[in-house]
């Protein structure tokens, strides 16, 4: 009779213990709640004006630079229906201009994926000699500004001739140049990447018969899905917004401009003349894709650039 009354008494303490150590080890005190909302809400109104002041612009039929209101009077998409029908001057179509600029972008993402993982993997797995140097040389020239490379670039790729076209007066010439300054930051991302992968994996599948490329293309590149998709989707953003390269390279040819050269030959010489609402109906479009892959690709972007920028 003892033994159960014990267990009926003891039985009722242990729970609210239980219950105490679990909410004050879960919720956070309500003053430090608001304080993290009122910052996140911050942020988030940091981030977002712009983007709202951009799409209002660019419904505002009256064409002026600072709108009065989130839904101006009047709005219409008049603004897209003109860009997407002759976004310039020139007789060139909207789909034109977005076609040359895929081309830039897909040259560089595939480049930059294909050159900096076989990079990557070479001075994460192999020794060799000057390997050290080589990778301090890679840093420095990630902290070299891409546009200080726009001269010698031009001189070098202005000497080669490809089935009669100059090279440099090309995209294909435009997106070689880009590609050279986005190498150094996909061999570094994704070395730090494959340095995160165990070598384990790699013996065992040495010791079942694959070779070394088997190794890298079956083992290697699956596990490395994250950080290859961060290395696309910055190669895809450079090159679809690349502007210096190609104003300074595809000079004087009308049929290879792109959508960042178009969009910054909407800017008059003063304020008065630029088409407003269609410059910012110009920036929306040209920015969604890009939003949009980020979107889609936002779980890898993220977890690829968290481990491999921590290890490496």
Request: with cysteine; hydrophobic share 55%.
């Amino acid at each position: 009779m003892t033994t159960p009354s014990v267990t009926a008494t003891a039985a009722p303490a242990i729970r609210p213990i239980a219950k105490a150590r679990t909410a004050s080890g879960r919720r956070l005190p309500v003053g430090r709640q608001l304080i993290l909302q009122l910052v996140c809400l911050a942020i988030a109104v940091t981030v977002l004006f712009p983007i709202v002041w951009i799409v209002a612009m660019s419904l505002d039929p009256r064409n002026i630079s600072r709108p009065d209101s989130l839904i101006p009077p009047g709005a219409s998409l008049q603004a897209y229906g003109k860009v997407i029908e002759k976004p310039t001057l020139n007789d060139i179509p909207f789909i034109r201009l977005a076609l040359n600029s895929v081309v830039i972008a897909a040259v560089i993402s595939l480049a930059s994926v294909s050159i900096g993982a076989m990079g990557a993997y070479a001075f994460s797995r192999m020794q060799f000699r000057g390997r050290q140097v080589l990778m301090l040389g890679i840093l420095a020239v990630l902290m070299l500004p891409a546009v200080a490379t726009i001269a010698p670039l031009f001189v070098q790729l202005n000497k080669v001739q490809v089935a009669g076209v100059n090279l440099r007066a090309s995209l294909i010439g435009v997106a070689l140049a880009v590609t050279s300054s986005q190498l150094p930051f996909a061999i570094w991302n994704i070395k730090g990447y494959l340095d995160t992968i165990p070598r384990e994996l790699e013996e065992a599948a040495a010791i079942d018969g694959a070779s070394r490329f088997q190794t890298f293309r079956m083992v290697i590149l699956p596990l490395a899905t994250p950080v290859l998709a961060v290395t696309a989707f910055f190669g895809f953003t450079a090159g679809w917004t690349e502007f210096y390269f190609s104003s300074v390279f595809l000079t004087g040819n009308q049929d290879l401009t792109t959508l960042a050269m178009a969009l910054n030959g909407m800017v008059g010489q003063y304020a008065a003349s630029t088409p407003w609402s269609q410059f910012a109906a110009f920036s929306v479009l040209v920015a969604l894709p890009v939003s949009v892959v980020y979107l889609f690709l936002q779980r890898y972007i993220i977890s690829g650039l968290t481990v491999g920028g921590v290890k490496g």
